[in-house]
């Protein structure tokens, strides 16, 4: 009979706690500053973004915690690894036979309430993987029965999650397949012969695929595109290049004002820099590359090698996806519409977020004291 069974202490690495739990706050205040005015003047309220941020924030440290107090262990079991998939699965099919928010197929939505099935998505692959390579520990080197799965389920979901035109998150869904393949022993050899297929279809989305291939000319010269497919870019850029070192002090930024698209999202990233400047933009990467460390250090003392699948797959989600989102802010990638976990608006990503965080803590409370 299937029994929980309680993690063996609190909630594990209490500086990886101490760094999220700054980071969440930290993006609830921003969220706050960013959207405050666009707030009032669309919704008749400085608060109507802050508080859906405030209250998806809670939903997700409740679930973290709820995350931290059950065995990681449990997340072994088939059936709970396979539903997630289905589940994953379910929903990319459900939001792709629903109408396009702002021309793609990413959110189903309801009234008062918003999904994105990428997230479920990310954290259903992670538990794949962490799951499927520990069983194949003795095998990680056989083509058919290990490497041949995992690409066709992986693929699988990456497709889908592509098929509702989301770049930035199969890129992310693919380089944590990637890292987490390569850690587990998996010839490099393989991942060579996996590359090539897919650099045709890389080039295809960027190339053949409209919209993608004006923002690509975009990123090559933002200000020639000042006025279209760059707005967003040059926006960004004037209002990193304002904060100067120390900012513009919190609130008191102009570009969000109507000037910076999605500057509460995608964006929030540029709003940190003009209000807190160098100083603030430069002390949330290092508290990016404080959870990195945390992270690894969880995987490496992992007890077992699904725990030690479980912490390095969903850290290198997270921190990846915080360079990618920094990346694009700085105009040193092409624009992609991603967020910034913990700090940028948005239900879904939070909570997932957190409950990638509680697996991770969970896996860290294993570790012995002398590790510490």
Known sequence: MFRLQLAETGYGDRLLLATTVGLVLFGVLMVYSASAVMAQQEYNSQFYFFSKQVFAAMLGFLSMIAVTKIDYKHLKNPAIVYSLIFMAVFFLVLVLLLPPVKG???FIRI??????????????????LAYFLEKRAGEIRDL???????????????????????????????????????VSGIPLRYMG???????????????????RFERLKAFLDPWQYARDEGFQVVQSLIAVGSGGVKGLGLSQGKQKLFYLPEAHTDFIYAVIGEELGLIGSAIVVLLFLLFLWRGIRSARHAPDMFGCMLALGFCVMIVSQALFNMS?????????????????YGGTSIIFSLIAVGIILNVSNYINSENS
């Open 104 to 106: 793609t197929h990413r």
């Open 193 to 211: 012969v996996c590359i090539l297929p897919v650099i045709p279809l890389l080039y295809w989305q960027l190339f053949h695929v409209a919209y």
């Open 144 to 182: 058919k029965r290990t490497f041949i799965p995992v690409v066709i389920i992986s693929g699988f979901l990456m497709g889908m999650v592509l098929l509702g035109k989301d770049l930035g998150t199969t890129l992310i869904m693919a380089l944590v397949t990637g890292v987490m393949l390569i």
């Open 111 to 128: 009234p008062g309430f918003s999904f994105q099935p990428s997230e479920l998505a990310k954290i259903s692959l992670v538990v794949f």
């Open 328 to 344: 694009v802010v700085l105009s040193l990638v092409p624009a992609k519409g991603i967020p910034l976990p913990f700090i940028s």
